[in-house]
């Protein structure tokens, strides 16, 4: 039997795995209002040629998957085949996607009327839905309770979906997608300033990251532990924690994940005063992030990393071994690149901003530029990191121009502010 030559290699170019092929062909079916019946196996019987001519809802979701036509994937019909016949769909058997009205929490799915909930490929892409969806709030508002509630409660579902008899492929995936929710959990409690509750989910999340044998998980959550060693002033453990996260399988497969593991590094080599590892390590990240394919899929809790955010990390080394100057340029850079939907990470590159200017003495500006960082979270509580960041300012501040009226006019806002948030 003769192999499928022509979608092995549309496979290779796109860099897709068997899995990941299997779960964008699901999605679309899904989405097409059809059931995600395919399988590995059904994958393999493709690639191996056991199946010539494969269904025609599974041609069409191949063709969108890969932009051409089933024959360009080298896949033929049959000399003579039969008029397929055109039953009506059994509405009883038709998925419904209902999305929370809060925007915060997963979406659910009905389960087949009179027929025991068997967990699938569907409930994996429900799920991960949901996650996208706070990954979206996380981007706007940052971290805070409600985020971390929901994530911990797609956790759990994920896991008692898990019990139900799955397929070892998908209990798989559902370990990775509760991995995922309990590392966006952590991230949260992370961003709030709440570093004993973020250290015990970032413990779970690696286990399950494990479980589940996703890289990208593991990657993420050790991501998480350098910034988290950071907070607790532990900028040894930082280090140690970038470099892990060098160290797991993906960052060979995607340079944009080595890049963030390689920025990390930096950040961590900058806190403890080493400028030469420092500036290397950006070195590598930028480099990294030339070879990466921006149009790769990923999971959507590495959607901020690019350009501008490297930009902005770039800014944060600087300003750590004391190059004020070029923290402003990078600053301006990042700020003029990073998406408005990226909200709380404006508001960061602002305030870094804001500390360049003031470490250069141009207080006017630093406490205008400073005052914005306000404006751009209006309307929701300044998360944990940048109230200690917003307070670190305001400590140079005092220190620098204690009896410049507008240092006063600044603490008063910012003690207003503090007190609304």
Partial sequence: ????????????????????LTDKVNTHLICAGHEGTVSDRTVRNWLTGKTRWPHPRQREALE??????????????????????TPAEDAVRRRNFLTAASGTTASVVVPFVGAPHRAGTSDVIRLRSGLDALMALDDTRGGHEGLEQAALAGAAEALEKQKLGAAQRV??????????????????????????????LLGKALYLAGMGQDPMAELRVWNSYAMLAHQRGEHVAAVDSAQAAQSTSITKRDHLFASLAHARTAIGHSNLGDRQAAIR???????ALGKADPDQPRP???????????TAMTAIVRDRIG?????????HKALGTIPKQFRRNRALATTRLALAQLHQRD???????ASSVFELM???????????????????LITLAPDATVAQEWGDRYRAEWRRA
Avoid: H
Avoid at 5 to 18: I, P, W
Avoid at 64 to 85: D, I, K, N, W
Avoid at 323 to 331: L, P
Avoid at 363 to 369: H, L, R
């Fill in 281 to 287: 390590s950006l070195g590598y990240a930028q480099e």
């Fill in 323 to 331: 190059d004020s100057a070029e923290v402003e340029a990078a600053s």
């Fill in 64 to 85: 969108a998957v890969f932009g051409c036509t089933a024959e360009e994937l080298g896949f033929s019909p049959p000399a003579r085949r039969r008029r397929p016949s």
């Fill in 363 to 369: 207080i006017d500006q630093a406490c205008s530029t």
């Fill in 378 to 396: 209006k309307g929701s509580p300044i998360p944990g990191r940048m109230r200690s960041l917003l307070g670190d300012f305001y400590r140079d």
């Fill in 300 to 310: 959507s809790w590495i959607a901020f990393y690019g350009p501008a955010e490297l």
């Fill in 171 to 200: 209990r798989l995936r559902l370990f990775s997608v509760a991995a995922d929710y309990t590392a966006t959990a952590a991230w949260s409690a992370l961003d709030a300033r709440q570093p004993d509750r973020a250290y015990a």
């Fill in 1 to 20: 039997m003769e192999g499928n030559e022509s979608l092995n290699s549309a496979m290779r170019e796109s860099g897709l795995t068997q899995v990941e």
